[in-house]
C-alpha cells in the first residue's frame, strides 16, 4: 500500500441535508477547507442524502448559503460539478447497490431477512440477560438455500457487513494515533438498507474512494464506528484515506456537546446560538467567526488568537490539532467580532451596515452613512448593534422623547429647561457645526449651569436622537446638521414646557 501522504490532497465535508447547519459541522468544514488550502488541495463538498426519511429539500440551499458566507467555497460539488460527479448520493445509487452486491459475493457480508420486530425481541432479550444490545448475527448463519427461498417469498432484506468475530483492529488516527479495537465487541451494521438506499458506513466509503478523497477529517462522534469502517476499506482492498477525527464543540462550561435541541446558556442565562443562520442573521462577521471557530481544538501558535484565514492556512496542520474536546467560549467570539469588525476597511463596514439597517426596515442615505460608519466602528460588538445605537439617523421621521425622559439625575424639570433653552443658544449662533466649535461653546455650559458634562450632554443627546444610548453626541449633531439639531431641541423644550405647565394647571 501506498502512503497517502504522497497523494494529492483532496478533502471533503459530507453533511446530511436535515436542516440548518450547525455550528460544530461548518467548524469540521473549516478545517477541510483550511487544510485543501494551505496543502493547495482541493476542497469537495459532498451531499449524504441516503436518509430519505430525514432528508430536507431546503436545507440543501440554506447549507450551501452558510458555506458561503463563511467563505468557504468548494472545489467540486453541487453547483459546482467536476470529475467525480454527482455530488449527491441519491445519484449514484447503483453504484452502492452493485459494490454491496459484490461484498456479498465474496463472502463480506450477507442478506439479513430479519423484521423489525425480531430485532426488537432480540434486543429485548440481551436487555434481560444484562447483555449489550445489538443483531444477534442469526441471517449470517443461512446456508444459500435457505437465502436463496426467502428471497423467492419476497422477503425484504437488507445486507449486513460481516465483521471479524475474532482478533483485533488496529486503526491509525493523525490526530489520535493507534487505537486498538477488540473486534468481538463490533457489529454487523447494515450497509444498504431495504429501499435499496446505502447507510454512511458504506456510502462514505464508496465515495471517498471514488472521489479520491486524501484526507477524512470528520467529528469523533464517528470513532466508535472506525473500527469498521477500517475493515470495510480492508474488505475492498482499496488504498486507505489518513484519517483525523476532529475534537467535538461543547457547550460554554464544557460539559455536553453543542445542541439544538439543549441549548447552553451564557452566564446571564441567555440561550446561544447553535445553528449558523442564527450567527448569520445575529451581525457576526464570517471573518470572526471563522477566526473564533479556528481557534477551537486548534492552536495558531505564538499565542496569537486574532488572525486572518489568509495567516491561518499558511500554518494550518493537523498535527496543532488538540484532540481533547473543547468548549465554546462565546465571549471570545463577542470579542473577536468586535476586532474584525474594527479591522475593516470603512467603506466595506458601510456596505455591512446598509445590509444591517434596510433589514431593519430602515431608509438608508449613501451620504449620511457615510459618516455614521466611523461612529459606530469602534462601539460595535456585533454589527445589529447598530440598529440600537443610530437607527436614529435613518428613520423617516422624528418622535420627540417623552419629556420624563429629557430629565437626568439629579436634575428637575425647570434646571432641564435652562440647560435646553442656553444650548439652544449657543448652538444656534455657532457659524462652524464641526464636532469640535460645539465642544467648545457646550462644555463651559455646565460650569455656568452647575451640571456635570453627563447631565447636560445627557439632556442634549436624549433630545437630539430620542434614545440614552447613541453615537457620541457631538459628531452626531454635526451629521445631523445644524438646522435639524437645533430643530430636535426645541421640539424637546417645547415638549418638557408643556409638561411643566400641565403639570402647574393639575397642582
Not at 430479519?114 to 432480540?122: A, I, T
Request: proline share 6%; aromatic share 10%.
Amino acid at each position: 500500500m501506498t502512503d497517502s501522504a504522497a497523494r494529492p490532497v483532496r478533502t471533503r465535508f459530507a453533511p446530511s441535508p436535515t436542516g440548518s447547519l450547525h455550528i460544530g459541522g461548518l467548524r469540521t468544514a473549516l478545517f477541510n477547507w483550511l487544510f485543501a488550502r494551505h496543502h493547495g488541495g482541493q476542497f469537495i463538498l459532498r451531499i449524504e442524502d441516503t436518509d430519505q426519511n430525514r432528508f430536507d429539500p431546503t436545507a440543501l440551499t440554506t447549507l450551501m448559503e452558510a458555506l458561503r458566507w463563511a467563505g468557504l467555497q468548494w472545489d467540486e460539488g453541487p453547483e459546482i460539478n467536476g470529475p467525480f460527479a454527482p455530488y449527491v448520493q441519491s445519484e449514484r445509487l447503483a453504484g452502492y447497490q452493485q459494490q454491496a452486491q459484490w461484498l456479498v459475493d465474496e463472502g463480506k457480508a450477507y442478506k439479513c431477512f430479519c423484521s423489525s420486530e425480531r430485532l426488537k425481541q432480540v434486543n429485548e432479550a440481551k436487555t434481560a440477560k444484562g447483555e449489550p444490545s445489538g443483531y444477534d448475527r442469526f441471517c449470517r448463519h443461512l446456508t444459500p438455500v435457505e437465502v436463496a427461498e426467502r428471497e423467492a417469498q419476497g422477503q425484504k432484506y437488507v445486507i449486513r457487513f460481516k465483521m471479524p468475530l475474532e482478533g483485533q483492529t488496529v486503526v491509525q488516527d493523525a490526530i489520535r494515533g493507534e487505537t486498538v479495537f477488540e473486534n468481538n465487541t463490533q457489529q454487523d451494521m447494515v450497509l444498504l438498507k431495504s429501499d435499496g438506499f446505502p447507510t454512511y458506513h458504506l456510502a462514505h466509503v464508496l465515495d471517498d474512494h471514488a472521489m479520491q478523497i486524501s484526507h477524512v477529517m470528520r467529528a469523533v462522534e464517528w470513532f466508535p464506528s472506525f473500527p469498521l469502517h477500517w475493515q470495510i476499506w480492508e474488505a475492498f482492498g482499496w488504498e486507505k484515506p489518513i484519517f483525523a477525527h476532529l475534537p467535538v464543540l461543547l457547550n460554554p462550561n464544557g460539559k455536553g456537546k453543542m445542541s439544538k435541541r439543549n441549548p447552553p446558556k451564557d452566564k446571564f442565562g441567555n440561550i446561544i446560538p447553535v445553528m449558523v443562520h442564527d450567527y448569520m442573521r445575529g451581525g457576526y462577521l464570517p471573518e470572526a467567526m471563522d477566526n473564533f471557530l479556528t481557534n477551537i481544538g486548534w492552536n495558531f501558535g505564538d499565542e496569537r488568537e486574532f488572525f486572518s484565514m489568509a495567516e491561518a492556512i499558511e500554518r494550518f496542520d493537523l498535527t496543532r490539532i488538540n484532540p481533547a474536546n473543547s468548549a465554546f467560549p462565546v465571549e471570545k467570539l463577542e470579542w473577536l467580532n468586535g476586532e474584525h469588525i474594527r479591522a475593516l476597511p470603512m467603506d466595506e463596514l458601510a456596505t455591512r451596515l446598509r445590509d444591517v439597517f434596510e433589514t431593519a426596515g430602515l431608509t438608508v442615505r449613501d451620504e449620511v452613512l457615510r459618516q455614521v460608519a466611523p461612529l459606530l466602528q469602534i462601539r460595535l460588538k456585533r454589527l445589529t448593534d447598530a440598529v440600537a445605537i443610530a437607527g436614529f439617523f435613518f428613520r423617516d421621521e422624528f418622535t420627540p422623547p417623552p419629556p420624563e425622559h429629557l430629565i437626568q439625575k439629579k436634575m428637575d424639570a425647570a434646571q432641564t429647561q435652562q440647560a435646553l433653552e442656553r444650548s439652544i443658544a449657543a448652538l444656534a449662533a455657532l457659524t462652524d457645526f464641526s464636532h469640535a466649535s460645539q465642544q467648545a461653546v457646550l462644555e463651559p455650559l455646565t460650569t455656568e449651569l452647575s451640571l456635570s458634562n453627563g447631565q447636560l450632554f445627557g439632556v442634549l443627546r436624549v433630545a437630539v436622537t430620542g434614545q440614552q444610548v447613541s453615537t457620541p453626541l457631538f459628531e452626531t449633531m454635526e451629521v445631523l446638521g445644524q438646522a435639524e439639531s437645533v430643530a430636535r431641541l426645541e421640539l424637546a423644550q417645547e415638549s418638557l414646557r408643556d409638561s411643566i405647565e400641565k403639570s402647574v394647571t393639575n397642582s
